[in-house]
């Protein structure tokens, strides 16, 4: 059975039933959300750098030290990068794009809620999703969205992306000559 949200033609949630699995997203949406999801997976690692830093760092090896050094290096030059790739996409997108994009991240997080019971994660997805509703509004080009509590139902990613939440993991900006 597929999963049904319920948004407007303005990405807001007013009553109309849409089957977001038989919705084709534009492939400008689905380039943009490589990008938002390889942003994601940068500021996951940053978390675990901060965890490391707090629980581990003074016990750790030199060698771990300076692993995480590096990594935080290629962290900060995927964030450089990726920052102004996504805020140009953002900004070239036309509002029904706008709109599909927000209107597919509303779908996750609902999902999401209908499954989560931590309160604080529940509080969290509903600030997303206003956040959704402002880029759907067009009223912000971008959030930063939350790497702790936020886990979209990775087999609903798939479907509505075309790629798994994961698939961008591993990314690496290109060499930008510093």
């Known amino acids: 059975m597929a999963f ?14 849409v089957d977001i ?6 492939k400008s ?12 997976s940068t500021r996951v690692q940053w978390l675990h750098i901060d965890a490391f830093d707090k629980w581990h760092a003074s ?26 790739v996504l ?8 509002e029904s794009e706008r709109i599909a994009w927000a209107n597919a991240h509303i779908t996750l997080l609902q999902r999401m ?10 509080f969290v997805a ?17 959030f930063d969205q939350n790497t702790f509590y936020i886990r979209y139902d990775p087999g ?5 992306f075309g790629f798994g939440p994961s698939d961008e993991m591993e990314y690496k900006a290109p060499d930008s000559n510093r």
Not at 130 to 142: P, V
Not at 156 to 160: A, D, G, N, Q, R
């Open 4 to 17: 049904h949200s319920r948004h407007s033609a303005y990405g807001l949630i007013v009553g109309l039933e």
């Open 21 to 26: 699995a038989s919705y084709e997203l534009p």
């Open 29 to 40: 949406v689905v380039d943009i959300e490589r990008w938002q999801r390889r942003l994601f």
């Open 59 to 84: 016990r750790a090896f030199e060698y771990e030290r300076r692993k995480i050094k590096e990594l935080a290096t290629q962290l900060r030059a995927n964030e450089d990068f990726i920052k102004p």
């Open 87 to 94: 805020a140009r996409s953002v900004k070239a997108l036309s």
């Open 113 to 122: 809620i209908s499954v989560v019971s931590d309160e604080t994660a529940l």
């Open 126 to 142: 509903e600030e997303e999703i206003a956040s959704w509703r402002d880029i759907a509004a067009g009223r912000i080009g971008h």
């Open 156 to 160: 609903l990613y798939s479907e509505i």
